[in-house]
């Protein structure tokens, strides 16, 4: 199956579309081809063969996937020029009709219709692997529009996390959106490592996800807590406070969803997560995304039978 994957530069887009990817590829063989909108020289020249000459380099899709606002009319105008089926993977700023199947995350608050899917969060690669007792992470994002990020008070939650679990190695963990008078603002500790984003391998995370017992994420940074989560860790998530107190947001509604089923814990109740919450159980969504694609978009439609 071809497989055309649009992604838009943005780190939590592209794990969305891979965790997909990777759940199909345990399903059926996958040709895969990557363009990033951001650069479109490659998509031109592709539609442009296809729609003037019947030539293109490479084979037209089968499915076309993407994450992001910025996508969308990239893999809308594939289809129309080289055919394939549509599959989003968050709520659509287009009309949901135009696309084959979309993927909504429940805290989107979407009408779930037709071809609207909903997802206990968003969908990510499943990365479990054998917990180490004495391994944990804390992964930091930044500036968003839903909270309010103090980086001196976030630290000192940090500090808090380490201080209450000594027996603990924390690798703390910043991205692209954390401000950089964060790690000023992070004092030394024996048990807390700091490992900056343009510093640390692409595989890092994927493997100390797979091997980490304890995951503590702020509360903006949606897709790596649904990731921890999915690499069946027990999960924190660092309480931020939100910039309209008196009004809810997709992400604080996801989280309060997420406490009231017994699968995170919030730094607000504590900072020691160690027998705080019960062994983990919660199941990524990707490999039942995964059979729900191959079961609408690439199942053959049943034979009808013909009367004698």
């Known amino acids: 199956m071809v497989v055309w994957r649009f992604t838009d530069g943005k780190p939590g887009h592209e794990k969305q579309s891979l965790g997909l990817l990777q759940a199909l590829a345990e399903r059926v063989a996958l040709e895969t081809h990557r363009f990033d909108v951001r650069f479109t020289h490659l998509f ?98 930044g500036r968003n529009r839903h909270f309010e990020w103090d980086p001196g008070e976030i630290a000192t939650q940090v500090t808090g996390i380490a201080r209450s679990s000594p027996e603990t190695h924390w690798s703390v963990c910043d991205s692209p959106r954390t401000p950089a008078a964060f790690r000023a603002a992070l004092p030394e500790a024996p048990n807390l490592a700091f490992r900056h984003w343009r510093t640390t391998a692409s595989d890092f995370l994927e493997g100390a996800l797979a091997e980490a017992a304890y995951v503590w994420v702020t509360a903006d940074s949606v897709s ?19 910039r309209r107190p008196h009004r809810g947001n997709k992400l604080s509604r996801g989280i309060a969803l997420l406490r009231a089923q017994g699968h995170v814990y919030l730094s607000s109740d504590g900072y020691r997560l160690r027998d705080a919450l019960p062994p983990p159980h919660f199941f990524s969504e990707s490999r039942r995304c995964a ?18």
């Open 291 to 308: 059979d729900i694609v191959v079961r609408r978009m690439l199942s053959p439609p049943p034979a009808v039978p013909r009367t004698p």
């Open 44 to 141: 031109w020249r592709q539609l442009r063969g296809h729609a003037l000459h019947g030539y293109i380099e490479i084979p037209v899709p089968d499915l076309i996937v993407g994450v992001g606002h910025r996508t969308h009319l990239y893999m809308l105008l594939t289809r129309f020029v080289c055919g394939g089926r549509v599959v989003a993977l968050m709520k659509p700023s287009l009309p949901h009709r135009w696309f084959d199947l979309v993927f909504v995350p429940r805290h989107d608050r979407y009408l779930r219709k037709g071809n609207l899917v909903e997802t206990r969060g968003v969908v990510c690669p499943a990365t479990c692997g054998d917990k180490r007792a004495g391994r944990g992470l804390i992964l930091v994002g």
């Open 224 to 242: 790596m807590l649904y990731e921890a989560l999915s690499a069946q860790a027990t999960v924190g998530v660092i309480a931020l406070k939100k």
